[in-house]
């Protein structure tokens, strides 16, 4: 089994910054690819960013040039950096982990950006 934890949520003013982490422990055999999503109340649950075990990455097209994914393979760690937020990132983020044992979820961070 794989546990995930994340942090790094809060409450932030329009153009700040903040920085998720989401730590993976347990029994890890390998992990492919680390992402993060995102909900609102009301919508389905959406992609951010993805990066595979290679560092490749994927982002929506609404947080492009603002978010950053990385992740750091010997601390199973992924990591987003949010620069110049705005209130529509407003939301739950959630850590996913696509791993050769199955795929896991975050229990979720909350993100509140105020105008």
């Known amino acids: 089994q794989v546990q995930l934890v994340e942090s790094g949520g809060g409450l932030v003013q329009a153009g700040g910054s903040l920085r998720l982490s989401c730590a993976a422990s347990?029994?890890?055999?390998?992990?492919?690819?680390m992402a993060w999503y995102r909900q609102t109340p009301g919508k389905q649950r959406e992609l951010v960013a993805a990066?595979?075990?290679?560092?490749?990455?994927n982002y929506a097209d609404s947080v492009k040039g603002r978010f950053t994914i990385s992740r750091d393979n010997a601390k199973n760690t992924v990591y987003l950096q949010m620069n110049s937020l705005k209130p529509e990132d407003t939301a739950v983020y959630y850590c996913?982990?696509?791993?050769?044992?199955?795929?896991?979820w975050g229990q979720g961070t909350q993100v509140t950006v105020s105008s």
């Open positions: 996913k982990v696509l791993t050769t044992g199955g795929v896991y």
């Open positions: 347990g029994t890890i055999f390998s992990i492919n690819v």
């Open positions: 990066i595979t075990s290679a560092g490749s990455t």
